[in-house]
């Protein structure tokens, strides 16, 4: 199960005022490394042994039982420093057995997580890169599409 979400946060200014944060911590944000501290302490309490972090975004794996605690134990520590996981970013593939044990795992998962989000096989992806073969041509296309983007505005500079 990957879960690659972020945590909205509330921040406290000199004027002790509350700034509701409207997007992930951004990469010139002056708080972004004091985030990672955040992420960082999630990363060591989790019990999953696919266990990645990459500044706002964790990748969980094991046991769908084990994920599924691991999120809750992002949750409440989220709320611990009044933040908040986006669960509609959150994204979930159930890998192993057999299909029908995939889909009745799939189906709980949705049951008591409907906000998540259930990538395809050709959709599953980490930091841009795909996790399993089906999802190579998307990434190609995605990524020759982005070049060809940013090649044709070299023209502007």
Same mark, same amino acid.
């Not at 992930?24 to 501290?37: E, K, N, S, Y």
């Not at 992806?125 to 505005?153: E, N, Q, Y």
């Given at each position: ?7 909205? @946060? ?5 004027f002790s005022a509350i700034l509701h944060s409207a ?51 992002? &949750?409440t520590l989220c709320r611990e420093i009044r933040s908040?996981?986006?669960?509609? &970013? ?12 995939? &889909?009745?795992?799939?189906? @709980?998962?949705?049951t008591a997580r409907p906000e998540m989000t259930f990538?395809?096989?050709? &959709?599953? =992806? ?12 998307? @990434? ?14 070299? =023209?502007?500079?």
């Amino acid at each position: 199960m990957s879960l690659c979400g972020k945590c909205t @946060a509330n921040r406290r200014s000199s004027f002790s005022a509350i700034l509701h944060s409207a997007s992930r911590v951004q990469q010139d944000d002056p708080l972004g490394p004091l985030f990672c501290l955040v992420t960082l302490k999630l990363s060591k309490v989790m019990h999953s042994p696919l266990n990645a972090w990459y500044l706002y975004d964790g990748t969980l794996g094991s046991p769908a039982g084990t994920v599924m605690h691991d999120l809750a134990t992002v &949750e409440t520590l989220c709320r611990e420093i009044r933040s908040e996981l986006s669960l509609s &970013e959150c994204k979930c593939f159930v890998f192993g057995r057999c299909v029908a044990d995939q &889909e009745q795992t799939t189906a @709980a998962i949705q049951t008591a997580r409907p906000e998540m989000t259930f990538p395809s096989r050709v &959709e599953l =992806s980490l930091l841009g890169a795909p996790l399993l073969s089906d999802g190579v041509p998307l @990434a190609i296309d995605t990524k020759t599409t982005t070049l060809s983007l940013m090649s044709s505005r070299l =023209s502007i500079l």
